[in-house]
């Protein structure tokens, strides 16, 4: 008995053991066959990673205030599985209508023959909004309970229809501020970019860096989760309400003064700046694509940076300031004015064709008279002098604002070969000379900011890796002295209050200059056809603000005075109250309380 | 103690034999409780594994809804919406002649917007997760008995 007991406790112990040793060394052989080792990298190759093409979240653009201006939005691809799809009709009836599409294009997709090489998928619709996917989903449901699997194909069933969600570019707010944002073409998923505006200029920043990212299949492998950080959101300058108001009073100013187009810069000169920037025409950027009817003839997408024009009277500011600057007149300086002023050539008359007599500075600037500002730059600064201050202003330069499509024109100096002396004398008023809105707003900021002229620019802040990175103004130069600017802006104000200026503001004093120019049609200047400008800043003694505006070809009155005056004034009349400005009696009031 | 041993086996030999087969049990009990806590973390780990997955695609889908949200209430206060709604309620632009300015001691103006913390401003959001739920078995016991203890001692 004994010894059967042992014999079976032995036997089942080989028994087990040598079960043991043979998978122990099974195991071992599949660990180390050839088999294994193809298996295994075959398995890593095919399982173990899947590539992912992922595009970072397009980063917000906000107001100054943090009210969105350019988002995404949650929207939806429609396709079929071509493997699954048992009823085209069903398909092609439901959809009928959605984003435009006939049942026939419908049913074109959705019946390709099913190929595991080159079609397994087929895209019906893009850019679908929720709610069109959650009637798809119900019908579906509806159709899979009534007939599962889409087994009868009599049946209707929407079985091999699917959908995927992504991010589309959108813009809250329409065309306001179109001119300024620009667009994504976001229509192109594959190639979308930046057009124009903040989205062209910014583009890369708000992008991120889309890219290929091996996702792990393997658990165990977390460490080696891809981050892909979203693109930048950017922080502007420009405030909503004021661009609103902008673009309204100038929107009504067109229509009312039957100009071509018009442009009003509001910015802050002592920092550069741009509070609102509008223009005409304007596009609605959620149907970017449709930009093309509204910019026909080659009209530019912002004219503020883009358009060059001649500016006329409006560029005297520039003109005097060099001249006071340079010490070759003072307030004591007298001119008689003849009313004409012939030299290398040609002669230069007053917009009036009339003679005012005997002038101080004051005189020639609040009666804008061509002729003394011509002997001014001629005979007081001298070609080198003045355009060295015209370069100093920045006149023929970039100003380099943050915006996509800035151009410039060159401006000829005494050396180039298409420069003649008689346009020393026709630019110092404003003529022969081509500039940009933003340039002649930029330079003009130097006199309202005690001769320093601040980089205008459109960014406030970036927010990038959850941090919020501000920027700093910069000063582009310092073409005239404080004292000189301040003369400048005085003589201005008075200009403005003795000629009963239709830009004044009641209770502010405001520094300002009209501009009227002649437009150059076919080789002659037309008296027709003018641009009506006006540059205005305030309060004079502490300026915050500067409005630059520009009517092209108005027809109601060719004067500046007459038309982009008032509009200065209708505009400023609001901006004060939304930049918090009290009038001045109100100002000194409010300090004598908290004195 | 030794001769009631031997006594032992004597009387039953078979408690020999159970002696050799559990010490050559022992090993293999260990090792298999080796391979069962081995096991049972690589399930854990690969089960956190794919928890975090679903969770990584989760926060995708978050922050598209997120972005989706946003933009949403972005067309809901859009400036064209807003006029509307306040001419619907009544309201009226004022007039820039109608409009007085007071005094409010204290107050400077609108703020600048800060829609997310400026550099250098680390750690401004605290710890994410509550310590509560990262002290161990220890630190528990520490914190609630041992602690307690010390307190309630230093109290009389």
Known sequence: ?595 | MAKKSKQAYKQAPWRRQIQSVGMSLLPVIALVVVISIYLIISAQSASAGLEIMDMHYEEEEILRIIANQRTELAWKTSYTKMVERAEEIGFESAPSESVHFIAIPGYEGQNPVLLAPPPGSENTLGPLVNNYYQESLWDWIYSTFLTSAQTSEAAQ
């Open chain 1, 1 to 595: 008995m004994k010894k059967g007991n042992f014999s079976r406790l032995t036997l089942i112990g080989i028994v087990l053991t040598s079960s043991s040793a043979l998978i122990v060394l099974q195991m071992l052989h599949i660990q180390n066959s050839t088999k294994h080792q193809e298996l295994s990298q075959w398995a890593d190759e095919e399982y173990s990673y899947a590539i992912e093409n992922y595009t970072p979240e397009r980063g917000n653009i906000y107001d100054r205030w943090g009210r969105l201006l350019a988002g995404n939005e949650d929207v939806y691809e429609a396709g079929v599985m071509l493997e699954y799809v048992t009823n085209p009709d069903t398909i092609a009836q439901t959809m009928e209508g959605v984003n435009g599409l006939s049942y026939d294009q419908i049913y074109d997709v959705v019946s390709q023959s099913y190929d595991e090489e080159n079609s397994i998928y087929a895209v019906i619709t893009d850019f679908l909004p929720s709610g069109v996917i959650d009637v798809l989903s119900d019908v579906k449901q509806t159709y899979e309970t009534e007939n599962p699997y889409g087994k009868n194909t009599e049946e209707p069933s929407l079985r091999g229809l699917i959908w995927s969600s992504h991010l589309k570019r959108t813009y809250p707010e329409n065309s306001l501020a179109s001119n300024i944002l620009g667009f994504y073409s976001f229509r192109d998923r594959q190639e979308g970019m930046g057009y124009y505006g903040v989205e062209e200029y910014y583009d890369d920043l708000l992008a991120g860096n889309p890219m290929e990212t091996f996702m792990p299949r393997n658990p165990y492998m977390l460490e080696s989760l891809p981050e892909v950080p979203a693109g930048a959101s950017l922080v502007l300058t420009i405030d909503r309400e004021i661009q609103a108001m902008v673009e309204k009073k100038l929107d009504e100013a067109i229509k009312e003064d039957e100009a071509v187009s018009g442009t009003v810069i509001v910015l802050d000169p002592r920092n550069g700046e741009i509070l609102a920037m509008a223009t005409q025409p304007r596009v609605n950027l959620n149907q970017y694509w449709k930009y093309e009817d509204e910019f026909k003839d080659k009209v530019p997408f912002n004219r503020a940076i883009s358009e060059t024009y001649e500016p006329g009277s409006v560029f005297k500011v520039l003109t005097m300031s060099a001249a006071y600057d340079a010490g070759v007149v003072d307030d004591e300086t007298t001119f008689n004015d003849s009313g004409r002023y012939e030299k290398y050539g040609g002669t230069i008359l007053n917009w009036d064709r009339k003679g005012h007599g005997e002038q101080t500075m004051q005189g020639c600037m609040q009666k804008s008279l061509n002729v003394c500002l011509a002997w001014v730059a001629d005979e007081k600064l001298g070609a080198e002098k003045f355009y060295d201050y015209m370069q100093a202003f920045g006149i023929g330069h970039r100003t380099s604002v943050d915006l996509g499509g800035e151009e410039t024109w060159p401006l000829s100096v005494p050396d180039d070969a298409d420069w003649y002396p008689i346009q020393l004398l026709t630019n110092s008023f404003g003529q022969g000379v081509a500039i940009t809105p933003i340039q002649l707003a930029t330079a003009i900021s130097a006199v309202a900011n005690d001769g320093k002229m601040m980089k205008p620019h459109v960014l406030k802040a970036i927010i990038q890796d959850g941090k919020q990175y501000n920027t700093t103004p910069q000063v582009l130069s310092v073409p005239i002295k404080a004292e000189t600017a301040r003369t400048v802006t005085d003589m201005l104000v008075k200009s403005l209050e003795n000629e009963s200026s239709l830009a004044l503001v009641p209770g502010y004093s405001i520094a300002g200059k009209t501009g009227t120019a002649e437009i150059p049609v076919e080789g002659e200047y037309s008296t027709d056809l003018t641009n009506a400008s006006f540059a205005g800043w305030g309060p004079a003694d502490d300026p915050q603000f500067l409005v630059y505006i520009w009517l092209e070809k108005p027809q109601n009155s060719p004067w500046g005075s007459v038309v982009a005056a008032p509009l200065f004034s209708d505009i400023t009349k609001e901006l004060v109250v939304y930049l918090d400005i009290p009038p001045e009696d109100t100002q000194q009031n409010l300090v004598a309380k908290e004195g």
